[in-house]
Every structure is written in C-alpha cells, then in structure tokens.
T-cell receptor, first 114, second 114 residues
C-alpha cells in the first residue's frame, strides 16, 4: 500500500527565490489537499483539487502561491519570491471521492528560508 | 478566530492508565470529526473519526466521544502505551467547505511514562 509521497523532504533556499514542491497522492484518491503547518500550530488548509480541477483556492496565502494538478494525478505547489514568513512545513493529503472519508497525509516538505 | 481548540498543550500519563484528550469547536456546520497522531518529522497519521450522527466510535484501544450540544469531543486511549507518546490533533470538517477541508486544533503533546 503506497501512501502519499512528497518531494523534497526538506528545501533550503534564499529569500526571493522560487520553490516548487511535488505531491503524489494515493493512486485511487481523486481529492488532493495542500496544508501549511507552522511551529506549535495545527495544519492550515491552503487549496483543494478534485481530479485536475482546483475547486478551492481562496485560502492560498497570497498571489505568490499557486498549485496545479495537470493530469489529476500528482500535484505541485509553487511559491514565488519566497519570504522569511514562508518558512513552514507544507503537507499534502489525499482522500477518496466519497463523503466523510479521512484524509491521508504525506510526511511533508519543510521549507527553510535563509 | 480558532474554530477548533485544544486547550491542553500537553498531557502526561502513566503506562497502562487512561489518556483523555479534549477538543472544543465553535462552528455548528462541522459534521465530521477526526483525530490524528503525529510523530516528529512525519506527517499526521489518521487514528479515528466520528460522524455527527453518532456520539461514540471505538477502534481497539481508541474511543472518540462526541457531545454535539456542548460542541466537545474527546479521545480516550486505554490502556496507554509508551509508543502512544506523540502530538495528537483534533480536526473537523463541514460538507461544503473546500470539499471537506480539515480545520485543525493546535495539538496536545501526550507523554506516556513507562
């Protein structure tokens, strides 16, 4: 049973650079979610995909954040012109397309901005 | 405005005793509740869930109780084991919010003493 996979596990970059993270969900899961977690807090919802359609993106933190899921399989989250405040753990989760099913999370990408 | 609150940042119990973790919510649209467990450097792992049509759900050593009138849920772990030491997150979702995007509490760190 292959779980949710995220790459890279850790990204260190200088302020102002662009970064991209990848998420491979569980293969039969149609729903894919991105969350951000900062120290001492629970994960915070960012955006949601149903197959390739991005159905909720109002919670993305700024217009520097964008996400894609071009073929309804893997997804990418991009942050442009990174800032110190973007340092966090970025988590991806997936779930089946049925109501009230738990989301399963990857191990996240930890972003550190120098 | 925190819609899901875990007011105890930490809890310490003896091995073999009961652990009780508490969670309160304010959004009456929430109808599905979950508990996740998180080890350092890993993503959250799903433990147990409960729908708002129930008041109790049990899975092995884990039982979740839901009190809708008080907007309160709790997770009971009996008996507690040292391997249960982790951060526990309560989460909730509503049907029409980001197709079941999760709103998390800030977590409770459980330490089970041998």
């Amino acid at each position: 049973d292959t779980g949710v996979s995220q790459d890279p596990r850790h990204k260190i970059t200088k302020r102002g650079q662009n970064v991209t993270f990848r998420c491979d969900p569980i293969s039969e899961h149609n729903r894919l979610y991105w969350y951000r977690q900062t120290l001492g807090q629970g994960p915070e919802f960012l955006t949601y995909f149903q197959n390739e359609a991005q159905l909720e993106k109002s919670r993305l933190l700024s217009d520097r954040f964008s996400a894609e899921r071009p073929k309804g399989s893997f997804s990418t989250l991009e942050i442009q012109r990174t800032e110190q405040g973007d340092s966090a753990m970025y988590l991806c989760a997936s779930s089946p397309d049925t109501d009230r099913q738990p989301q399963h999370f990857g191990d996240g990408t930890r972003l550190s901005i120098l | 405005d925190q819609q899901v609150k875990q007011n105890s940042p930490s809890l310490s119990v003896q091995e073999g005793r009961i652990s009780i973790l508490n969670c309160d919510y304010t959004n009456s649209m929430f109808d599905y509740f979950l508990w996740y467990k998180k080890y350092p450097a890993e993503g959250p792992t799903f433990l147990i869930s409960i729908s708002s049509i129930k008041d109790k759900n049990e899975d092995g050593r884990f039982t979740v109780f839901l009190n809708k009138s008080a907007k309160h849920l709790s997770l009971h772990i009996v008996p507690s084991q040292p391997g249960d030491s982790a951060v526990y997150f309560c989460a909730a979702s509503a049907r029409d919010t980001g197709r079941r995007a999760l709103t998390f509490g800030s977590g409770t760190r459980l330490q089970v003493q041998p």
